[in-house]
Structure formats: C-alpha cells, structure tokens
Nanobody
C-alpha cells in the first residue's frame, strides 16, 4: 500500500512557474514508476510525465520542454517543475505510483493559470 500526498498547486499568471511535490509513504518508494496526470474540467485525465525507478523520464506532447519531472528517493518524493505555464495547463494534477498490477493515486492539487 502506498499513500500519496500532493502539494504545491495554486494560482499563477501565464508564463509563471510552479513546483508540485508528491510525498509517498507506506512502501518502498524507489521501486515504483511515478507519474503526474492532470484533469481539466470536462476532460479526461491525461498523462503529463513519468519517471521510472531507474530515473528514465518521459513527457507527453504539450508539456515537453516546459515541465521537468524528478524524484528524490531519500525523501520519498517526486516533483514536477512547471515553467512557462499557459492557461491550457489549468487542471487538477494527480500523482500516481505504479509497479506491476499495483497502482495508487493521490488526491490531487489544483493548478490554475490565469491573469
């Protein structure tokens, strides 16, 4: 069992930056692939980025070059650094942990990009 708690969301102006954090507890954090998803109003939840247990990263289209995912296994935490934010990035952002058939979700943190 893994518990995930996100933090760092908020309101930011277009072009601004935010860093999301996801603190994990309850299991061996380092063996999980960690991901960030987001869900905008009226839309399906979508993958933003993920990082494997070995540190390999992958980003989905619109965020490439603007977002950076990283992990600190000593702190059981995964981060999402978001730069050059756009109104289209407005969504609830969710942390996700997966290993084999086991997967876990955080409760989400709201990110709003607006002037």
């Amino acid at each position: 069992q893994v518990q995930l708690v996100e933090s760092g969301g908020g309101l930011v102006q277009p072009g601004g930056s935010l860093r999301l954090s996801c603190a994990a507890s309850g299991s061996i954090f380092s063996i999980y692939t960690m991901g960030w998803y987001r869900q905008a109003p009226g839309k399906q939840r979508e993958l933003v980025a993920f990082i494997t247990s070995g540190g390999d990263t992958n980003y989905v289209g619109p965020v490439k070059g603007r977002f950076t995912i990283s992990r600190d296994n000593a702190k059981n935490t995964v981060y999402l650094q978001m730069n050059s934010l756009k109104p289209g990035d407005t969504a609830v952002y969710y942390c996700h942990a997966v290993r084999g058939v086991y997967n876990y979700w955080g409760q989400g943190t709201q990110v709003t990009v607006s002037s």
